[in-house]
């Protein structure tokens, strides 16, 4: 492909991206291909010669589109937000472009250096502590893929931490006990596991009736460890749960910790951006007793995935941890002090410019569109939560302070999950709206999670209609 | 932003980004500015109100591109290829346009199935065993990150089967051995870490002269380990290793993990890729007896960065390691066995739908194409070597079967390797090509990585004529 020919396709494929996006609602929202299909509709082996990039694009339509759950869809009230904008596709388009690998300073200054800068400008929008900005003592952030990595990487940093870093040498982990909450997300048995905190080691902390981390209950199984022996090291504290949306009190679990001497991370993948609006900066209360702390750009900013945020109160743990300098990484200008590598604040080595999109985002879209959009979900949820109360069919069946309402039949038990389920089932498979299920203390649940890009009071009001409909039987 | 907005704007980024690889030879390859400058020219603090995408973009060509190290320079030689092209920015902009979220088969069926497919396209395109496709018994493969995410994913693989599963639940790793050389990524290193195999339970296996595994080595050495009471359990045999492009002996390897049961990762990351032309399936030769393998169309193949393949011969021991559901993910296709879920081949959750960059590369750029610019880069680099073999004051100090030579000053120990640092250095300096130092066995020496899109018999032939005008002085 010539450079002429590029900027024809690229085009081309620019203005199928906006027709796409401004007709996402005439698709159905899931995918209705059966396991196989998509496959089946391309050929078995590859070309053997090149093809022409309009036969490319035409797949897209008559075979991808097809295979697509439409994330960017107004009625896609599944799993989390995931809402993209504009500018953030022209900053993954201008990475994609420059096409430079940010694993260490040297090697493209400008992708470390507007990556701190956004760091330290979403400390400031978020109203998070000074304590973790790039230019403290000992703090600092980093871009990561997902809160999975971040996560995983604010594990390592503790058991490093715990261990005075003897982990790197002897690998034993067999003493370090962690804790967090049945709602706490998959993503923190998965990184526990890896790190080798094997299942008998992770603490599940009982929750009160709004889902939410019980401190008393923490502090006597951290007790408890200790009697036994065990090394009590790291406890999640999650903001926004994603089966329910719950939050685990931070200014007591931070209180346990900090006296405890165990790192505390917090999880606020999903909820934390809420903070971009300064009504909503209570979902970050008490986050200067974390040790670690993300959130997503990637599901309520409109920022593409992947953009995961995460920061540390002590970055010398986790260059402790991830820190490894062969010869052929070496560099004047980290060995100095001056200059960040990001390698060593995250899992694998190499990194993509992924700073961009969030600083196109924030300059072209705007901080005040996203607050704007922020404003509106809630707003819509709590509309949309007075209109399920209204409904005796229905009940609520956990705390909904943002953006997401989980809801049940209220018909007798047992009777109430599978229907539920029922009801679930027959709504997706409307392709009118997508919704998922979720299992609260043995009750089945309906999430509505509304984050969509354009997702407006009409969307909301459909899905809800349809519910009641479908409830009507 | 508007979608006319959007229209324009992504014309005029994608004509720059043309525009910018069209004239990418005109820059200094490594970035001049010093720690702190492109920070230095952007605004401290986040705009209050959205700015136009113009000035946006003119910030690109006024702050960005001087902090940039051009990775598309054709005079590009340091680290290794990460060469990107045409169709496969493309790719990157219709999967940030589309927005969805990979994790399940049901998230989006076409961002699975394509994926799928592209790894049964490379194991033909590249003559794997056809064990390892995703529709043979046990095997398949998956799109990962970077090939630090690759080996960790291999190293849990196989915790998980030497432990029978056991590790999930205890987390003790403390017996286990793994086995690589000093010549093996350092990503090695790093995802034993990880999983909690330290440095004490990592076996430094000695090499040959041309810097590669002594299976006799490593035998002695499992023998030693089992007599010890240790569980050997995982060996790194490098295709192609970052210093000096080393081949460790893979059938040999292989007949004493098979017979003595350890895992063997391949780690064929920077030349597996080679294969695509017949004459150079070598690289991949004994694969047959590998557990995992991996290699990276984001070096050596035009796709744009992050593209790793990952395969496995045995899918049962990665879903051990790695599956993990929860309520809010369950699916009935997945359940059912018969859709795929690649959150359960990975350590993150969340996926990018980067099957695209690699379909459209293959498609739209065709194979043939990928196939001349490795077999260019291997003719230039011979060439090279004549040229450094014919001049008396340089040595080539390692094996130069594909596309890196590793060279040094000849003259006397110790003040060879001090030359050769101040070579190199002065090399970079001039802006003129970008080289990288390691350290063989001792001797410094630099690396000649010739893998640049663009990279033609005139850049290679400049970069030397730099290196013996400042070897004279």
Same mark, same amino acid.
């Given at each position: 492909?010539?450079?002429?020919? !590029?900027?024809?396709?690229?085009?081309?494929?620019?203005?199928?991206?906006?027709?796409? #996006?401004?007709?996402?609602?005439?698709?159905?929202?899931?995918?209705?291909?059966?396991?196989?299909?998509?496959?089946?509709?391309?050929? $078995?082996?590859?070309?053997?010669?090149?093809?022409?990039?309009?036969?490319?694009?035409?797949?897209?339509?008559?075979?991808?589109?097809?295979?697509?759950?439409?994330?960017?869809?107004?009625?896609?009230?599944?799993?989390?937000?995931?809402?993209?904008?504009?500018?953030?596709? @022209?900053?993954?388009?201008? %990475?994609?472009?420059?096409?430079?690998?940010?694993?260490?300073?040297?090697?493209?200054?400008?992708?470390?250096?507007?990556?701190?800068?956004?760091?330290?400008?979403? =400390?400031? #929008?978020?109203?998070?502590? &000074?304590?973790?900005?790039?230019?403290?003592?000992?703090?600092?952030?980093?871009?990561?893929?997902?809160?999975?990595?971040?996560?995983?990487?604010?594990?390592?940093? %503790?058991?490093?931490?715990?261990?005075?870093?003897?982990?790197?040498?002897?690998?034993?982990?067999?003493?370090?006990?962690?804790?967090?909450?049945? =709602?706490?997300?998959?993503?923190?048995?998965?990184?526990?596991?890896?790190?080798?905190?094997?299942?008998?080691? /992770?603490?599940?902390?009982?929750?009160?009736?709004?889902?939410?981390?019980?401190?008393?209950?923490?502090?006597?199984?951290?007790?408890?460890?200790?009697?036994?022996? /065990?090394?009590?090291?790291?406890?999640?504290?999650?903001?926004?749960?994603?089966?329910?949306?719950?939050?685990?009190?931070?200014? *007591?679990?931070?209180?346990?910790?900090?006296? $405890?001497?165990?790192?505390?991370?917090?999880?606020?993948?999903?909820?934390?951006?809420?903070?971009?609006?300064? $009504?909503?900066?209570?979902?970050?209360?008490?986050?200067?007793?974390?040790?670690?702390?993300?959130?997503?750009?990637?599901?309520?900013?409109?920022?593409?995935?992947?953009?995961?945020?995460?920061?540390?109160?002590?970055?010398?743990?986790?260059?402790?941890?991830?820190?490894?300098?062969?010869?052929?990484?070496?560099?004047?200008?980290?060995?100095?002090?001056?200059?960040?590598?990001?390698?060593?604040? *995250?899992? &694998?080595?190499?990194?993509?410019?992924?700073?961009?999109?969030?600083?196109?985002?924030?300059?072209?879209?705007?901080?005040?569109?996203?607050?704007?959009?922020?404003?509106?979900?809630?707003? @819509?949820?709590?509309?949309?939560?007075?209109?399920?109360?209204?409904?005796?069919? !229905?009940?609520?069946?956990?705390?909904? &302070?943002?953006? /997401?309402?989980?809801?049940?039949?209220?018909?007798?038990? &047992?009777?109430?999950?599978?229907?539920?389920?029922?009801?679930?089932? =027959?709504?997706?498979?409307?392709?009118?709206?997508?919704?998922?299920?979720?299992?609260?203390?043995?009750?089945?649940?309906?999430?509505?999670?509304?984050?969509?890009?354009?997702?407006?009071?009409?969307?909301?009001?459909?899905?809800? $209609?349809? #519910?009641?409909? /479908?409830?009507?039987?």
């Amino acid at each position: 492909m010539t450079p002429d020919e !590029f900027r024809v396709h690229g085009h081309a494929l620019i203005d199928w991206i906006a027709e796409y #996006l401004e007709g996402v609602a005439r698709h159905s929202v899931a995918s209705t291909v059966q396991p196989g299909d998509i496959r089946a509709a391309l050929p $078995e082996h590859p070309p053997t010669q090149a093809e022409s990039f309009a036969d490319v694009l035409a797949d897209l339509d008559r075979v991808v589109l097809a295979g697509i759950t439409h994330w960017q869809h107004p009625s896609f009230m599944a799993y989390f937000p995931a809402n993209i904008s504009y500018p953030s596709i @022209l900053g993954e388009v201008a %990475a994609a472009g420059l096409g430079v690998q940010g694993m260490s300073w040297v090697t493209s200054p400008a992708c470390t250096e507007v990556e701190t800068l956004m760091l330290d400008w979403m =400390q400031e #929008l978020l109203g998070l502590p &000074p304590s973790l900005r790039s230019t403290s003592t000992h703090g600092g952030g980093v871009i990561q893929g997902s809160a999975s990595e971040a996560t995983l990487s604010s594990i390592l940093a %503790a058991r490093w931490r715990a261990t005075g870093g003897q982990v790197n040498t002897d690998g034993d982990t067999t003493h370090l006990v962690a804790y967090a909450t049945s =709602q706490a997300h998959s993503s923190i048995e998965k990184g526990l596991r890896i790190a080798g905190i094997g299942a008998q080691r /992770l603490r599940v902390v009982p929750h009160d009736e709004a889902f939410a981390m019980v401190p008393g209950e923490l502090e006597r199984m951290i007790a408890a460890d200790r009697a036994a022996g /065990l090394v009590p090291f790291w406890v999640c504290a999650t903001r926004g749960t994603t089966s329910s949306l719950a939050f685990d009190p931070l200014p *007591q679990i931070g209180s346990i910790t900090r006296r $405890e001497g165990l790192w505390l991370h917090v999880d606020a993948a999903m909820s934390g951006i809420a903070a971009l609006a300064p $009504e909503h900066r209570w979902v970050n209360e008490g986050v200067e007793l974390a040790d670690s702390y993300t959130t997503n750009p990637h599901k309520w900013m409109g920022v593409n995935f992947d953009c995961n945020l995460f920061w540390v109160a002590d970055r010398a743990a986790l260059l402790g941890a991830l820190s490894i300098l062969p010869e052929y990484l070496r560099s004047a200008a980290a060995e100095s002090g001056a200059a960040i590598d990001y390698r060593d604040w *995250q899992v &694998p080595l190499g990194r993509r410019f992924r700073a961009l999109k969030l600083w196109f985002t924030i300059r072209a879209g705007g901080v005040a569109e996203a607050v704007a959009m922020i404003r509106r979900h809630v707003a @819509l949820t709590a509309e949309l939560a007075e209109w399920v109360a209204a409904d005796p069919r !229905f009940e609520i069946v956990a705390p909904h &302070p943002l953006n /997401l309402l989980c809801v049940r039949l209220r018909e007798g038990e &047992p009777d109430a999950n599978a229907a539920t389920d029922t009801l679930i089932s =027959q709504a997706n498979a409307s392709g009118e709206v997508l919704l998922t299920r979720t299992v609260l203390d043995g009750k089945v649940a309906c999430r509505i999670s509304v984050g969509g890009r354009t997702t407006a009071a009409g969307d909301v009001r459909a899905a809800w $209609e349809l #519910l009641q409909r /479908l409830a009507a039987g």
